[in-house]
């Protein structure tokens, strides 16, 4: 290829910085490569900035790879020998791996080789700066679509030349125990070789240790995309090792060869080998197992409770443990070896075993072993003597659980002793469940505990004669009031008396060491207010030592008190709503009540006593009576009645009536009339003399009125007044205003001149002719200012709308013409 003039001074400014660069800074040895040439058809393209077509040849080294040219603008390579000088820039290898060969034409659209060809090197050139695809003009559509599409492609890309090698997981990994071996996680080496090899190199592994791929085959040597794992064997005690990854990896790269100063530098993408050494991998382990105690009893039962201390080969403590409701306790994350077990706590109930336990802890396993405890057993020993001491012989004593369960029956000896062996470990109680001829049965339940081995328990019982007491408590019949002063006679069971007693404040009787058998009481007084009980009230003596409580109820005498409630002037008229309280004999309030749609109140169950009572809230419209009144309940079922009158509250309405121009000036003769709230006419009267109408005894309520009947001259007040009796003797006064009624006007007014005398026969006479002057005027033609407009007349056009001016300028043009026409008959006339 020729270069142009414009051109050859730059290459020859290029060339000289080559030479200078190439004395100060010598090439280590290199590899060469010959480089031939095969001519295409090559105008396809064409450049302005050059001013000819973009020319390009086909390239091959001696393997026959394509290589493309690199300097535009000189020769290409053809049969030379260029040494190589190292790797392209990774934006033409991005080229590279995106143009022909290693994509097909049929993969960049186009219709065969040398299009692709030719688009790949004009993409060569475009990515080196040397010349740009957007500034050719294209003769082939296929070569500028897919040139362009190689430089986008490549300028998308992140693909290097460089080869990257990591191994994941890089940080610590730790083995877990899977059947016979420890494994770890598998590792993965991620490259961006094309294709390669690697080892797995470890540092103080533990013997057998295998690594193996993702199948679990040992393995020397993996291919690039093998997983692998470690595998330790699980015997192997805790511990760790290194390793790390050895690589040779294959990669694609762009390998540059440099030409000369009229042969330009070519570049080939060629596969080379490259070694790669991980960091340092860390891999450990646990090599552990567990150990279990079984506990159990005499008859194999579990133990609850036992407490073992566990021991290394080294006499050290690794842990103490507890058995639970089965009976095992166990230890965990033990590293693998031989152990002592040693029970330092026995379970509750049994002896504990001083035996030391050997026991071999292996990976993955749990050891396990079973020790049996003996229970704990003791004896009781129980003496029977009567309360002055005698030994009782043939009393019968049963042993329980503490939960109620029989063990076992015992009686005493004729030395008073009965002995029970063997009871084991626990808690317990005897009874007397026989007792003797003439003595009481004790049924005390006497507990005792066997907690120590072998130890004997002794106890001794007393029997004694049955004596009780009694309690009589007297109440009410709500069973809240103690009833003081009630006698009772205390008898035997055949009725004969034995005692006398009376209640105390408390309301009881207490009567002690009554000798076992059957009594009664009768009540021979009741307390005051109360009914005597008549039976007999019986209970008998047959435990010793205890009290019969016996509770005795009086009924109380209760009677009733009826209020009815009255109007003071109407007695027939009862009163609801009136509430009455009564008050015991101390003056404390015992109850309330109202009467009811017929004005009665009734309080019925009124304890017997005294009392009082006033009314403490009077019916809507009455005065409360403020009488106390007195009253007595004696006898039971009693009734009182009494009637209770109430008067209503009344008050007065005065109506004062004046001019409403002058308010003294009282107005008589004006009428009102009074409704009730129900709009019903109540009451009518007048004003007097001083203008004052006054409504006296107006009942408790509300009330309006109204003027009825206006003083003469003036007008009727239509107003609706409100007021209402709320307080007896209450006055409430009102004034009322009444306008005059307006003297019709005269139809002409009095002369100015003389405004203090005006003449009454004028005011009379004059409206007679004042309604005919207007018939005269309406009748009259010629006067049209006061003729109204007639509906024909043409009405003003409204909405901003001018008349329509046709008209008008038809009258102004016969103007005209008219002046026109008499302009020129003047002038005929002076000619």
């Known amino acids: 290829m020729q270069v142009s003039r414009y051109f050859r001074p730059l290459l020859i400014l290029a060339s000289i910085m080559l030479m200078i660069t190439s004395f100060l800074f010598p090439l280590g040895k290199a590899s060469a490569e010959v480089i031939n040439r095969e001519k295409y058809q090559l105008d396809w393209s064409y450049s302005a900035q050059y001013g000819k077509d973009i020319r390009t040849e086909l390239l091959k080294n001696a393997s026959g790879q394509i290589a493309y040219c690199l300097t535009y603008g000189l020769h290409s390579p053809n049969g030379q020998d260029l040494p190589e000088k190292g790797k392209t820039d990774d934006i033409v290898y991005r080229v590279l791996l995106n143009g022909y060969p290693q994509k097909s034409p049929e993969q960049l659209g186009v219709s065969n080789w040398q299009e692709a060809h030719y688009s790949t090197q004009l993409a060569i ?5 040397q010349l740009s695809i957007s500034e050719l003009k294209h003769h082939n559509a296929n070569v500028e679509k897919a040139a362009k599409a190689i430089i986008y492609a490549a300028d998308h890309s992140q693909d290097t030349q460089d080869i990257t090698m990591n191994v994941i997981p890089a940080e610590q990994q730790k083995a877990t125990l899977k059947g016979d071996f420890f494994e770890t996680n598998l590792y993965v080496v991620e490259s961006n070789a094309k294709n390669g090899s690697f080892k797995v190199q470890t540092n103080n592994a533990p013997s057998g240790v295998k690594i193996v791929n993702e199948n679990g085959e040992a393995k020397d040597q993996f291919g690039l995309g093998e997983k692998f794992r470690i595998l330790i064997p699980k015997n192997t005690k805790t511990g760790e090792f290194s390793l790390k990854v050895a690589s040779n990896l294959n990669k694609l790269q762009a390998i540059a060869y440099k030409g000369t100063e009229t042969i330009q530098d070519a570049t080939v993408l060629l596969e080379r080998n490259e070694e790669k050494v991980s960091a340092d991998l860390a891999v450990n382990w646990e090599a552990l197992g567990s150990l279990q105690v079984k506990k159990v009893g005499d008859n194999n039962e579990a133990l609850k409770g036992a407490v073992f201390e566990v021991f290394n080969a080294n ?8 058995t639970g409701e089965d009976g095992t306790a166990a230890l965990s994350n033990l590293a693998i070896g031989t152990y002592t077990v040693k029970e330092v706590k026995a379970p509750e109930g049994h002896v504990l075993n001083p035996n030391p336990q050997t026991i071999e802890i292996k990976t993955g396993e749990t050891a396990t072993i079973q020790l049996k405890n003996e229970t704990v057993k003791g004896n009781i020993e129980i003496k ?29 000896d004729k030395n008073g002793i009965a002995k029970v062996s063997g009871l084991t470990y626990g808690k317990y109680y005897f009874q007397e469940s026989k007792g003797l001829d003439g003595y009481l049965l004790n049924k005390t339940k006497y507990p005792f505990e066997i907690k120590e081995h072998n130890k004997t328990l002794t106890f001794e019982v007393q029997n004694q004669q049955v004596k009780g007491n009694v309690q009589l408590l007297k109440v009410d019949q709500d069973g809240e009031k103690k009833l003081e002063g009630a ?43 109360y009914i005597l009980v008549k039976e007999p009230i019986p209970f008998s003596i047959t435990e010793n030592g205890k009290t019969i409580e016996l509770v005795v109820k009086n009924n109380q005498i209760k009677g009733s008190l009826e ?26 309030e015992v109850v309330k009540g109202k009467t009811n749609e017929e004005g009665i109140a009734k309080f019925e169950k009124l304890p017997y006593g005294k009392y009082t009572y006033k009314e403490t809230l009077a019916p809507e419209g009455y005065l409360i009576n403020e009488e106390t009144f007195s009253f007595e309940i004696k006898e039971d079922g009693q009734i009182i009645k009494h009637v209770v009158e109430d008067k209503k509250i009344e008050g007065i309405l005065e109506i004062t009536k004046v001019d409403v121009a002058d308010g003294n000036n009282k107005l008589p003769n004006a ?17 007097n003399e001083e203008g004052i109408a006054k409504f006296e005894k107006l009942p408790y309520g509300k009330y309006t009125y109204k003027e009825t009947f206006a003083p ?26 009444d306008k005059k009624k307006e003297v019709p006007p005269t139809p002409e007014t009095p002369q100015p001149e003389q405004p203090t005398k005006p003449q009454p026969e004028q005011v009379i006479e004059k409206p007679v002719p004042t309604p005919e002057k207007p018939q005269q005027i309406e009748k009259q033609p010629e006067q049209p200012k006061e003729q109204p407009k007639r509906v024909t007349e043409t009405l003003p056009t409204t909405g901003g709308k001018q008349e329509n001016p046709i008209y008008v300028w038809i009258g102004v043009a016969c103007i005209v013409l008219a002046g026109a026409f008499y302009a020129l008959r003047l002038r005929k006339k002076h000619n």
């Open 125 to 129: 050139w475009n990515a080196l700066g």
């Open 315 to 322: 006499n050290e403590s690794v842990g103490t443990i507890t």
């Open 384 to 412: 029977k003597v009567s309360d002055s001491g005698n030994v009782l012989t043939g009393v019968e004593f049963t042993v329980f659980k503490e939960d109620g369960k029989a063990v076992t029956k015992v009686v005493t």
């Open 487 to 529: 006698v009772f006679i205390l008898a035997d069971e055949k009725g004969k008396q034995i005692s006398e007693h009376k209640t105390d404040k408390n309301g009881l009787i207490k009567i002690d060491n009554l000798t076992f058998g059957k009594y009664q009481f009768i009540e021979k007084a009741s307390p005051n207010g």
């Open 563 to 588: 209020i009815t409630k009255v109007d003071v002037a109407d007695g027939n008229n009862k009163l609801p709503n009136a509430e009455f309280t009564i008050y015991n004999e101390q003056g404390q």
């Open 671 to 687: 009428e009102f009339t009074i409704y009730n709230e129900q709009g019903q006419e109540v009451v009518k009267g007048k004003t």
């Open 712 to 737: 003469e001259g003036y007008l009727i007040n239509e107003e609706t007044f409100s007021f209402e009796i709320k307080e007896d003797g209450e006055i409430i006064k009102h004034t009322v205003q």
